[in-house]
């Protein structure tokens, strides 16, 4: 069991970083600086809250999560690794990985000079770890709140063999209503529309969503921007190290279907996810590190 106070006594910033017990059960770390404030729990490096200062929540959370070993949370950014989606080969194997159903240690907090805070998070390769993957490293999630929020994975190969992985940054973003945004930035991008299993490229200036969504947009790293109007604001989204951009809205028919989220959940969030993923996996050499980094920002 992780002890809360123990981190805080560790950990802890003065008005700044704090741990916090969720139920007896989960813990997560609380920020707080002259930016935004942010929440981040220690499951799965799982960041569930940003808002940066004088204005709303960024990000969605599921009001029917489950905060509980063992189950994925639903909302804010799951981190998932070392693959994406189902296992290539093996179903019985969680779907997104291993890291959203692990605890992650911290590894530093730190107040930067220009009033920022740094979050470190860190998952190692362990006997747990392998029974699902078989090779050694060191993941670190890097997140950096300010006026905006950056996000970094970033894997050490710490095996005697180049491994390849997968994974996401798997944001789901609060929005006024799925009918009032679009989505800028993917216009003339190849995507895999993993629903019919077909490809196809969009025409469109901007991807507005009416029925269920799942688009793997291939071969891009340029910036995207939900336009919401309902809340008139616009949430910038660049990313780094990774070439695949998912899509994600599950519409009405299964979001009723899932058993945590409401009924209408569909219609305040979507997913912008950084991906890893089909010809786009990464590839480490024994000693190296890669990156995969979001930064999201708010223009109103
Ligand atoms: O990123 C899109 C996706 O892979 C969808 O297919 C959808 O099922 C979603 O992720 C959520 O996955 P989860 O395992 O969290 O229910």
């Keep these: 069991m992780i002890d809360s106070d123990e981190l ?9 970083v704090g741990f916090m ?7 997560f770390i609380n920020v707080s600086n002259k930016y935004a404030d942010a ?7 799982h960041v569930t809250s940003f808002r940066p200062v004088r204005t709303m929540e960024m990000l969605w959370m599921s ?14 950014i799951p981190v998932c690794f070392p693959w994406f989606g189902p296992h290539k080969t093996d179903s019985s194997l969680p779907q ?32 747990e770890t392998r029974k699902y993957w078989p090779y050694d490293f060191e993941a670190v999630m890097h997140l950096t709140i300010g006026t905006t929020l950056t996000v970094t994975l970033d894997v050490k190969n710490t095996s005697a063999e180049s491994f390849e992985y997968g994974c996401a940054l798997h944001s789901y973003f609060f929005i006024s209503d ?9 216009k003339g991008l190849s995507y895999l529309n993993q629903l019919t299993g077909e490809t196809g490229k969009q025409d469109e200036d901007v991807l507005q969503i009416s029925e269920p969504l799942t688009r793997h947009y291939q071969n891009t790293e340029t910036p995207v921007a939900i336009a ?14 990774s070439k695949v951009t998912t899509v994600w809205n599950p519409a009405e028919e299964a979001c009723a279907g899932m058993g945590d989220m409401p009924d209408d959940g569909f219609a305040n969030f979507v ?18 590190s890669f990156q995969t980094s979001q930064v999201f920002g708010v223009e109103e």
């Design 96 to 127: 997104h990985g291993f890291a959203r159903l692990m605890y992650w240690d911290v590894l530093a907090t730190k107040s930067l000079p220009n009033g920022e805070t740094q979050v470190d998070l860190i998952l190692k390769s362990s006997e």
């Design 21 to 27: 017990e969720m139920d007896g059960e989960l813990v």
């Design 39 to 45: 929440d981040i729990c220690l499951y799965g490096a």
């Design 178 to 186: 799925i009918a009032h945004i679009g989505i800028e930035g993917l």
């Design 8 to 16: 805080d006594d560790k950990f802890g910033i003065e008005g700044e």
């Design 271 to 288: 997913c912008v996810e950084a991906t890893a993923s089909f010809d786009y996996m990464i590839t480490v050499a024994p000693g190296e």
């Design 228 to 241: 919401d109007e309902g809340f008139r604001r616009r949430i910038t989204i660049e990313k780094a190290g």
């Design 63 to 76: 009001s029917e999560s489950n905060y509980e070993e063992g189950k994925a949370i639903r909302g804010g």
